[in-house]
């Protein structure tokens, strides 16, 4: 006789493994931590499977864990577009998401892929830019959620976190021992008053290695070890490393991630998304 797929386990299983914790996983679902446990607990029982590697330090699938995983989004995906479209009161319409551009990856893709699979119907347009920029744009009615990184958000934001500035360099490199330091960032980039601020304090003679908007010149130019930049743990692009040794430049302490969400909206989609930003960006 056929057997079939407990869903609400199988949605468990795969929110655990797309954000990489069960606490997270409760907080998005909704659900208590042990609810979420015992969930995934159901599914590898009636599989006859362990689903996890439980004595791996980190969270880690197991072979089979990562089959039913891909099996799971395609699962999950069918059944959510299903009642998003044969629902009546089924969200559409459009949402205008601001994200600045060294806080996109690795999580919003991942985001922005599970809203088209929950709200077929809406049409998420993402905006990354500056956080200065955004914000006025926020003001104009140009945005209905907006993350920023900024040193002290607005009363109407609400704080997700705080993440630690570092200064960094190319695989191996030895720019930032040069003096004068190479710096390398764009004109508007918030980082940079206050990497030159710091330098300055401290004694150490900078020059401009770059100029203009291209983000994609500051990487290559840092990752050609021509010059130095500042990134926000957790957001250091390909090419670039935390600079560490014995000569280390002086601190440049953190930005806070802000979340910013237009009063006029109200509907199911943005609350869903609301959710998912607070998962994957809070403390």
């Known amino acids: 006789m056929p057997r079939n797929l407990d869903l609400s386990a199988l949605r468990s299983f795969v929110t655990v493994a797309d954000v990489g914790g069960v606490t997270r996983a409760a907080g998005f679902l909704n659900l208590t931590q042990s609810a979420v446990s015992m969930q995934i607990k159901r599914l590898e029982e009636s599989l006859g499977l362990s689903l996890f590697l439980?004595?791996?330090?980190?969270?880690?699938?197991?072979?089979?864990?990562?089959?039913?995983?891909?099996?799971?989004?395609?699962?999950?995906?069918?059944?959510?577009?299903?009642?998003?479209?044969?629902?009546?009161?089924?969200?559409?319409?459009?949402?205008?998401?601001?994200?600045?551009h060294d806080v996109v990856y690795p999580v919003i893709p991942g985001i922005l892929r599970?809203?088209?699979?929950?709200?077929?119907?809406?049409?998420?347009?993402?905006?990354s830019s500056f956080t200065?920029?955004?914000?006025?744009?926020?003001?104009?009615?140009?945005?209905?959620?907006?993350?920023?990184?900024e040193e002290a958000p607005d009363p109407t934001a609400e704080v997700l976190s705080s993440r630690g500035l570092v200064w960094v360099g190319a695989h191996e490199g030895n720019a930032w021992q040069r003096?004068?330091?190479?710096?390398?960032?764009?004109?508007?980039?918030?980082?940079?008053?206050?990497?030159q601020a710091a330098l300055e304090a401290a004694g150490i003679p900078w020059e401009m290695a770059t100029g203009g908007e291209s983000e994609?010149?500051?990487?290559?130019?840092?990752?050609?070890?021509?010059?130095?930049?500042?990134?926000?743990?957790?957001?250091?692009p390909e090419?670039?490393?935390p600079i560490a040794g014995e000569n280390?430049?002086?601190?440049?302490?953190?930005?806070?991630?802000?979340?910013?969400?237009?009063?006029?909206?109200s509907d199911e989609a943005v609350d869903h998304l609301v959710g998912e930003l607070r998962c994957a960006y809070g403390s």
């Open 54 to 100: 439980r004595a791996a330090r980190k969270l880690a699938l197991s072979p089979e864990g990562e089959q039913l995983l891909s099996y799971g989004r395609r699962m999950l995906a069918l059944n959510d577009e299903a009642l998003s479209l044969l629902s009546s009161t089924a969200c559409e319409g459009e949402i205008r998401l601001g994200v600045p």
């Open 114 to 127: 599970r809203m088209s699979q929950a709200y077929p119907r809406v049409r998420i347009n993402l905006v």
């Open 179 to 195: 003096r004068p330091l190479r710096l390398g960032f764009k004109d508007t980039c918030i980082f940079r008053g206050r990497a």
């Open 248 to 265: 280390q430049l002086p601190p440049v302490g953190e930005m806070k991630l802000g979340l910013y969400r237009a009063t006029r909206r």
């Open 239 to 241: 090419g670039m490393e």
């Open 216 to 236: 994609q010149a500051v990487e290559a130019t840092v990752a050609a070890d021509l010059a130095v930049s500042v990134r926000m743990l957790g957001s250091i």
């Open 132 to 149: 200065l920029l955004m914000k006025q744009e926020f003001a104009r009615g140009g945005f209905d959620v907006m993350l920023t990184t």
